[in-house]
């Protein structure tokens, strides 16, 4: 059993940065992908960006890919999401998840945190 605790949430006003941390309680292995999602209020949980743990091939939604960032540390067993350029339209709960096997855009992932509150308002 993996736990995932995120991290680094909160209140910013648009076009700030923000950067989320997602620390697993144990080595993730090699086989495994992570990956970021988001649920705003009223909508679905959509997938954000995903790495391979073990080649650190990324994958990013469109409406994200030019301003987001995925990383990981696998020393410290730690998922990063870089944030800037932040919109209304980004406010979410945003959690963090991994699975084994390459799938990335599935919403099939083994494990989740309990997720992060970003708030982008004026």
């Known amino acids: 059993q993996v736990h995932l605790v995120e991290s680094g949430g909160g209140l910013v006003q648009p076009g700030a940065s923000l950067r989320l941390s997602c620390a697993a309680s144990?080595?993730?292995?090699?086989?495994?992908?992570m990956a970021w999602f988001r649920q705003a209020p009223g909508k679905e949980r959509e997938f954000v960006a995903g790495?391979?743990?073990?080649?650190?091939?990324?994958y990013y939604a469109d409406h994200v890919k030019d301003r987001f960032t995925i990383s990981r540390d696998n020393g410290k067993n730690t998922l990063y999401l870089q944030m800037n350029s932040l919109k209304p339209e980004d406010t979410a709960v945003y959690y963090c998840?991994?699975?084994?096997?390459?799938?990335?855009?599935?919403?099939?992932?083994?494990?989740w945190g309990q997720g992060t509150q970003v708030t982008v308002s004026s």
């Open positions: 998840a991994v699975r084994n096997g390459p799938a990335v855009r599935t919403t099939s992932y083994d494990y």
């Open positions: 790495i391979r743990r073990s080649s650190g091939t990324t």
């Open positions: 144990e080595p993730i292995s090699a086989t495994y992908t």
